[in-house]
């Protein structure tokens, strides 16, 4: 199973931005999916999930302002964030959720003026 997600970039505080998540290997079917974001000398954290009922997890920071998402027949998920801070600077990961497989390299994503 590989995990490749990517979007991330440079955004001004405010601004937005969606990160995607590629699964291959597995089917979005199977579990429920997860986004998760690590920054240096921290554990990574889940941000947000999915589960595979339907059911939706947030992180305390988050406070509405990011949205996850998915694609199953394209294999596909996603992280719309909205009103970024220079706090949510960090390497963003996806996952499926609540079993997690082999962590992909992440998406760096910088919030910055």
Known sequence: VQLQASG????????????SCLASGRSLWSDGVAWYRQTP???????AAVRRSGGSVQ??????RFAIS??????KMYLTMNRLQATDTAVYYC???PDEVSWGPGTLVTVSS
Not at 8 to 19: A, C, H, N, Y
Not at 70 to 75: F, P, T
Request: proline share 3%; net charge positive; hydrophobic share 30%.
């Open 41 to 47: 000398g921290h554990e990574r954290e889940l941000v």
């Open 70 to 75: 998915r694609d199953n027949a394209r294999s």
């Open 8 to 19: 991330g970039g440079l955004v001004q505080p405010g601004g937005s931005l969606t990160l």
């Open 59 to 64: 992180a305390n920071f988050v406070k509405g």
């Open 95 to 97: 996952n499926f959720y």
